[in-house]
């Protein structure tokens, strides 16, 4: 009877264990199970938050894209509407002046392309309202970008005072083009090209006088200039 009842005692006691490490590896895979649904949650999350970014940055993207696009579109019309006031104002120029010949294409090839049309027309128009003489008007920008290359002057920058300077009879102006010229200079030699005595010389004569002397003079300046600096 003891015997009988010690085997059921022993299979008990193993039934226990096995049923005590069903329960612990059932908890196990419970906890594996919500690791997995934490760890799932948390991916979830991030991968929405992440979205969400995605979706503000291309909403960003698309404004600054659309707001920079309105920005080029009307800083075109701008420069395009400036650019054909520039241009009636260049006609009206030329044809008050007789010199409906000049065009914006003689000045882009003696500029050689180095000056953009809006600055090279607004040089044009300053440089006709001056006074400069405009049959002199692409071979002093030409002079002037050449001889302004070894001063270290833009293209834009050597036109622009260069023009300055003859139309206001500036020597000093000349001086930054190494060009050292007195305006009694100029009037004298200017005056016995045609044939008259300095006092003779009207204003207007004047004018061309500095002019033609001025270009003539960096015309020289960037035949020497150019066999020691490759203009």
Request: hydrophobic share 45%; charged share 20%; glycine share 8%.
């Amino acid at each position: 009877m003891s015997a009988h009842i010690g085997i059921y005692i022993n299979a008990i006691d193993q039934a226990t264990a096995v049923l005590n490490k069903i329960s612990h590896d059932l908890d196990g895979l419970v906890g594996s199970i919500k690791q997995t649904g934490d760890a799932a949650a948390a991916m979830s999350s991030k991968v929405s938050g992440f979205a969400t970014s995605l979706d503000v940055a291309a909403g960003v993207l698309a404004r600054d894209v659309v707001r920079n696009l309105g920005r080029t579109v009307t800083e075109a019309m701008e420069l395009g509407a400036q650019l054909d006031t520039l241009r009636r104002s260049f006609q009206r120029l030329t044809s008050s002046l007789g010199a409906a010949d000049l065009s914006i294409d003689r000045l882009r090839r003696a500029t050689r392309g180095m000056v953009a049309d809006v600055e090279l027309l607004q040089s044009a128009n300053q440089a006709m309202s001056l006074g400069v003489p405009v049959d002199q008007l692409d071979r002093m920008y030409d002079a002037a970008i050449r001889v302004g290359k070894a001063m270290g002057l833009t293209a834009t920058q050597a036109i622009n005072d260069f023009g300055f300077a003859i139309g206001r009879q500036s020597p000093r102006i000349l001086d930054n083009f190494g060009i050292t010229l007195k305006l009694t200079q100029a009037y004298d030699e200017y005056a016995r090209v045609l044939g008259v005595s300095t006092e003779e010389l009207t204003e207007s004569e004047k004018e061309t006088a500095f002019a033609v002397v001025a270009i003539k003079s960096n015309t020289a300046w960037r035949t020497r200039g150019s066999r020691c600096f490759g203009l």
